[in-house]
């Protein structure tokens, strides 16, 4: 039996308590089981814990920051279990969410479907003031409604833009409806960089951190990768970004803005899908390895 499968059932596999207990830690993981608006593939209602599964096979030592980031504390929380309903998932996890941030952690969901976002940015945005979003993702998402529903994964931007009016910037964009064009002139919050634009490039990053406020709430959809990374999605779009891209800009967004929470979402769990859920972890571990860089001691007291 190898040296992981020993380790807790937590993000990263850490087994000390002083860095993964509630009370030691600076970042709470809230897994979330959901897929009850899915339109395509399956799979991602088991995809939190499988991303959870796999981090417990990642070195924890980051190279890039010279950082072990767990020893900011990493606590993961109790599975949040899906509801019967749509509008009763979204009430009861914005509920949920803003009991986290009274704690005064930094919050990190991972899912499940994108619908999942919308409740956990609502109570982000009740907590903090001059809020944006960096979306991260395949799809606008800005459909009133899908499905009969207006908290489809087709609709989480529309619920944080059109209804919340939180201003966003969306990159990595390659799939759209006409309904969600037409709805683009008219002076919605948002600004896309579309990945036609901007794949194999990072001279647009500057542009998009510029574009956000003061406070962001990062989510990251994981089809905003291309399928040859992530090919385990709902719904895999040709044409996305790639590692290094997405980490440049995580990595430039975190050292100019504030980052107050963030999501991944939309990983499906199907039969070998160990591998895109090892990179789903380790974006997660990176991303907060960003986040909390001045917050970290170094290893070997220099950046690489």
């Known amino acids: ?19 993964s207990s509630f009370e030691a830690a600076r970042v709470l993981v809230l897994p979330v089981s959901y897929e009850g608006t899915v339109s395509y593939g399956a799979g ?5 814990m499988a991303i959870i599964n796999a981090s417990r096979n990642m070195e924890l030592y980051d190279e890039e920051t010279d950082a072990e980031v767990y020893k900011i504390g990493i606590h993961t929380l109790e599975e ?25 952690k930094f919050l990190c969901m991972l899912g499940g479907e ?6 956990v940015i609502r109570a982000h945005a009740e907590k903090f003031h001059n809020l944006s979003i960096l979306q ?31 201003p966003s910037v969306q ?15 008219s002076g919605l919050p948002t600004k896309i960089f579309w990945a036609k634009d901007i794949v194999g490039r990072t001279d647009w990053i500057d542009e998009a951190i510029n574009s956000l406020t003061e406070n962001v709430y990062l989510t990251i959809d994981i089809d905003g990768l291309d399928p040859s990374l992530v090919s385990t999605t709902g719904t895999p779009e040709p044409g996305g970004l790639g590692w290094y891209e997405v980490l440049t800009l995580i990595r430039k967004l975190a050292e100019k803005r504030r980052v107050v929470g963030m999501d991944l979402v939309e990983f499906s769990k199907t039969e070998n899908s160990d591998a895109p859920a090892f990179l789903c972890a380790k974006l997660v571990y990176k991303s907060l390895a960003y986040i909390f860089q001045n917050d970290t001691p170094k290893v070997r007291g220099k950046l690489n």
């Open 44 to 48: 991602t209602g088991a995809g939190a």
């Open 80 to 104: 949040f279990a899906p509801r019967h309903t749509p509008e009763a998932m979204m009430d009861g996890l914005f509920e949920r969410s803003k009991e986290i941030l009274k704690v005064e």
């Open 136 to 166: 991260i993702d395949a799809h606008a998402d800005l459909r009133d409604e899908y499905d009969g529903t207006l908290h489809s994964h087709a609709s989480i931007m529309a619920r944080v833009v059109k209804d919340l009016r939180i």
């Open 171 to 185: 990159v990595g964009i390659r799939s759209i409806s006409a309904e969600e064009a037409r709805s683009l002139d």
């Open 114 to 119: 994108h619908s999942l976002s919308a409740p």
């Open 1 to 19: 039996m190898s040296y992981s499968a020993n380790l807790p059932i937590n993000f990263g596999g850490i087994d000390e308590a002083e860095y």
